[in-house]
């Protein structure tokens, strides 16, 4: 399985930025994926998740300025992420759960200043 994420950037408080994970193979073999994030000094963190069935979960800390979805046709699952604060600076990583395995892509690196 190989994830690859895109879209990281600088970006001033209240922006959007957009996050785009290219995975491999269809992704209705990909029961749960999501987002998670780790901050400087952090421990990596959900941020939001989604299942086949369009179930979403998200964060308290990003609940309503973000949005992940998914791309069957060109198989991605994407973040939308509006009103960013500079708390959101972090390295973000896309996951995927396939037959039971947990896996992680690269990271792609987010820094909000104000």
């Known amino acids: ?3 690859q994420a895109s879209g990281g950037g600088l970006v001033q408080a209240g922006g959007s930025l957009r996050l785009s994970c290219a995975v491999t193979g269809s992704l209705f073999s990909h029961n749960i994926m999501g987002w998670y994030r780790q901050a400087p000094g952090k421990e990596r963190e959900q941020v939001a998740i989604s299942t086949l069935g369009n ?4 964060a308290a800390s990003v609940k309503g300025r973000f949005t992940i ?12 992420m509006n009103q960013l604060k500079p708390e959101d600076t972090a390295v973000y990583y896309c996951m995927s759960t396939v037959g039971g395995t947990r896996y ?4 792609t690196l987010i820094t ?3």
């Open 1 to 3: 399985v190989q994830l």
């Open 55 to 58: 179930f979403a979960n998200y």
């Open 104 to 107: 992680f892509g690269q990271g």
């Open 112 to 114: 909000v200043f104000s």
């Open 69 to 80: 979805s998914r791309d069957d046709a060109k198989n991605t699952l994407e973040l939308q």
